[in-house]
């Protein structure tokens, strides 16, 4: 194929956005595009999110930053997707009339057709559907990673919290067949990956359009049972929805790891209900206790709002028990910002900023302080980690190395200068030696060296010049659907 134009996708917000991305990615490469090398792209995809307050800002600030350059290049094509765009539609072409494609969360497929019907008929092109058009996990994808990748199981989300947009951007949940899972797994494997992270707006009510609420713990073990899986993770669980055969399925299955992500918001009974949050702290703490028993070194983190409407000092200092008794290894921790369409919006008692403000640095520096006596626990043992591309390149004076430990921990490892060196997607076995609050170190040397067919993959992926080839679609990859005794669905 001959590749006349280039792109780029920049991404803002989420794991969802960055798994959706790659298949924007894989549909332009699909197309006959090719991936930017000299940061120059014919085409730029900016992917939003719209979650947080300054959202707005960051994508027009972009664009304003971007009408010179489409000024200069003749045939420079802009593109927004993602939440932003469903929810502001024609604004951003209004405000930045330079734009070529405004799409939405509903049909990431439509990209390539946009741009070329922007082109032909020299006018932006605003398509935003209402509903999804085609499950983001058939479209063909350009993985980042060649030795983990991401795999939406649902979107979509049926919660009515009041701070959240989500569901007015996503849609109401809807479940992917297990089959078609399983098999988009199974490719993942094939292609070289050892590591697969379950996507979903609330991954443990995967099952509520079949009816079968422990459909998620079933799907853990299936996916634990493929071949040279080697680690699974999913986020995010709900609390409302977590049931102990999760835990239990987790628990049983070695390929799950011992890390979990539980967003506690607030740790005040009375914000939780103006949050319609539907379980209270001691539901909360509950979890995790249960959690502990069975897997007693999982390393659990938390999202958490400071500051919603109506929060007094008394409610913040609930909050800081949770904290306190929660035991973190991190945390997620935001300022509450209005975001316009939400019911929390226009409630009364908003918090001043100066208040929420003093709050979250007294909640960052409790969660820090917890951190780092969690992480100081593990000096002394030993951990296996997963060497990584992406969160760190070799440090030239220490030769240290990145990778995650199996709870999902940070870990920066010395590397004997003489010694085999390890690839992106092998597994090193280290002897943690000392701790920050945000990472581990490893500097006694690397204890064993196991390649891995991940390693492998990362080596073709540099001999090729082309890249990471495009995964197709879980309708056709793998070895077919595998049944895990839940109803398959039509395929939408």
Not at 4 to 27: A, I, L, P, W
Not at 185 to 210: C, K, P, R, S
Request: hydrophobic share 35%.
């Amino acid at each position: 194929m001959t590749i006349d134009r280039t792109y780029e996708v920049k991404t803002f917000g989420c794991q969802m956005n960055v798994h959706d991305s790659e298949r924007m990615s894989g549909s332009l490469e699909s197309a006959g595009y090719a991936r930017s090398l000299d940061g120059k792209p014919d085409v730029l995809v900016i992917n939003t999110c719209a979650v947080r307050e300054n959202a707005a800002d960051k994508l027009y600030g972009t664009l304003g930053s971007l009408a010179q350059v489409k000024r200069e290049r003749p045939g420079f094509q802009i593109a927004v997707g993602g939440c932003l765009a469903q929810k502001d539609r024609d604004t951003i072409v209004d405000r930045a009339p330079w734009v070529d494609v405004v799409f939405g969360t509903h049909n990431m497929g439509s990209l390539p057709t946009l741009l070329d019907r922007a082109k032909h008929n020299d006018e932006a092109q605003v398509e935003i559907l209402e509903s999804l058009e085609t499950f983001p996990s058939t479209l063909p994808t350009k993985r980042e990673s060649t030795y983990s990748g991401w795999v939406s199981i649902s979107v979509g989300c049926n919660n009515t919290c009041t701070f959240c947009i989500v569901p007015s951007l996503r849609g109401k949940e809807k479940d992917r067949r297990p089959g078609e899972i399983l098999a988009e797994i199974e490719a993942l494997v094939a292609d070289g990956a050892v590591e697969v992270t379950l996507l979903g707006q609330n991954v443990n009510t995967y099952g509520v359009e079949f009816g079968d609420r422990l459909a998620f713990g079933k799907l853990l073990r299936a996916a634990g049972a493929i071949e040279g899986l080697e680690r699974i993770r999913f986020t995010s669980p709900h609390p409302a929805a977590f049931t102990d055969d999760v835990i239990t399925a987790m628990a049983e299955t070695p390929e799950v790891m011992p890390q979990l992500h539980m967003p506690l918001q607030s740790g005040s009974d009375a914000v939780l209900k103006a949050m319609r949050r539907s379980y209270r702290s001691k539901r909360f703490l509950g979890i995790l206790d249960r959690v502990r028993e069975q897997i007693p070194n999982a390393a659990i983190t938390t999202d958490i709002i400071v500051g919603f409407p109506g929060e007094t000092e008394e409610d913040f200092a609930d909050t800081l028990r949770v904290v306190e008794e929660s035991r973190f290894a991190s945390a997620f921790t935001f300022q509450y910002s209005i975001r316009p369409g939400t019911p929390a919006a226009t409630m009364p008692d908003q918090v001043p900023k100066e208040v929420v403000q003093e709050r979250f640095e007294r909640l960052t520096a409790l969660q820090d302080r917890i951190s780092r006596e969690e992480n100081e626990r593990q000096v002394g043992t030993t951990v296996e980690v997963l060497v990584s591309a992406a969160e760190g390149k070799k440090d030239a004076a220490t030769h240290r190395l990145t990778g995650r430990a199996e709870d999902g921990r940070l870990v920066h490892f010395t590397v004997a200068a003489d010694g085999e060196q390890p690839r992106p997607g092998d597994v090193v076995t280290v002897e943690v030696t000392e701790a920050a609050t945000f990472h581990l170190l490893a500097d006694a040397g690397i204890q064993r060296l196991r390649r891995t067919r991940a390693g492998d993959a990362w080596d073709r992926s540099q001999a090729d010049s082309c890249g990471v080839p495009a995964t197709p679609g879980a309708e056709t990859a793998g070895k077919g659907p595998v049944s895990l005794g839940i109803p398959l669905m039509r395929a939408r």
